[in-house]
């Protein structure tokens, strides 16, 4: 397979900023092997010192969310300006909490999903279902259209900077986990949907990641699936021995 894996922490509304130099520095550390990059998002106020830490290293930094337009009356907000100066390389977009806490849109998301390719971010885009969406058989749907409108407007070249991450609403800090092939389903129609709105040679080479309770014990089940390439942890990047262990997949 020549898709590389991306095993990314999401580390969501943790650490303070000296708490954030320690476990970057514990990331830092972490051998990768060939074909498996690493990521962390850590809270925006920690990126200053952390980009410090990981300066000349192999690990990507990420933001966890970021705001639709470049600048002005947004109070609260965070301006891909910023993210860029600091360093910056990629963002987090969509992700469950923001969909179902947050209340935003596939449009809002569109939006700043464009924003983020026009200023040479990478994005991580998340897409999943709830479990009332499960029941009632709508994964598919769900995910589709949430592709759909995320990627709205994007071009095939803006694709080989996207990536997709698969999260279970349902899965996520719970400690339930879709089964491998479960996971492995909804990734190859995900694949499929990309191939349908692009081409089957993008769809071939998108990234995406499975998210949702990944931990040491999971993650070789999980990645031995054919479409599933990589990781978004939450709870078990907080610790650097458990991240490792997630990176360690294949060993
Ligand atoms: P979790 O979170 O690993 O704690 O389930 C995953 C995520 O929300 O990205």
């Not at 479409?227 to 490792?244: C, E, N, P």
Request: one cysteine or more.
């Amino acid at each position: 397979m020549s898709r590389n894996y991306l095993i990314a922490g999401n580390w969501k509304m943790n650490k303070t900023p000296k708490e954030a130099v320690a476990l970057a520095e514990g990331v830092r550390k972490i051998k990768a092997g060939a074909g498996i990059r690493k990521m962390i998002a850590p809270s925006f106020v920690c990126i200053p010192a952390v980009v410090e830490v990981l300066k000349g290293s192999d690990v990507t930094l990420a933001a966890q969310n970021m705001a639709s337009v470049e600048e002005g009356a947004h109070t609260g907000e965070t301006s891909v300006l910023m993210l860029k100066e600091l360093g910056v390389e990629s963002v987090i977009l969509g992700h469950s909490e923001r969909r179902h806490v947050y209340g935003e849109s596939d449009e809002l998301i569109n939006a700043k999903v464009k924003l983020a390719l026009s200023h040479g971010l990478e994005v991580v885009l998340c897409v999943g279902e709830t479990l009332e969406e499960r029941e009632d058989g709508k994964v598919d749907e769900v995910c589709f259209r949430q592709i759909e409108g995320g990627l709205s407007g994007v071009s095939a070249d803006g694709m080989k900077h996207i990536v997709i991450a698969y999260e279970p609403v349902w899965a996520i800090g719970t400690g339930k986990t879709a089964t491998p092939l479960d996971a492995q389903t909804v990734h190859k129609a995900c694949r499929g949907k990309i191939a349908e709105l692009y081409s089957p040679s993008i769809a071939n080479s998108v990234i995406i990641q499975y998210g949702g309770s990944v931990k040491p014990g999971n993650a070789a089940e999980l990645m031995a699936q054919e479409d599933i390439d990589g990781a978004l942890v939450g709870g078990a990047s907080l610790d650097a021995d458990s991240f490792a262990g997630i990176v360690a997949f294949d060993v």
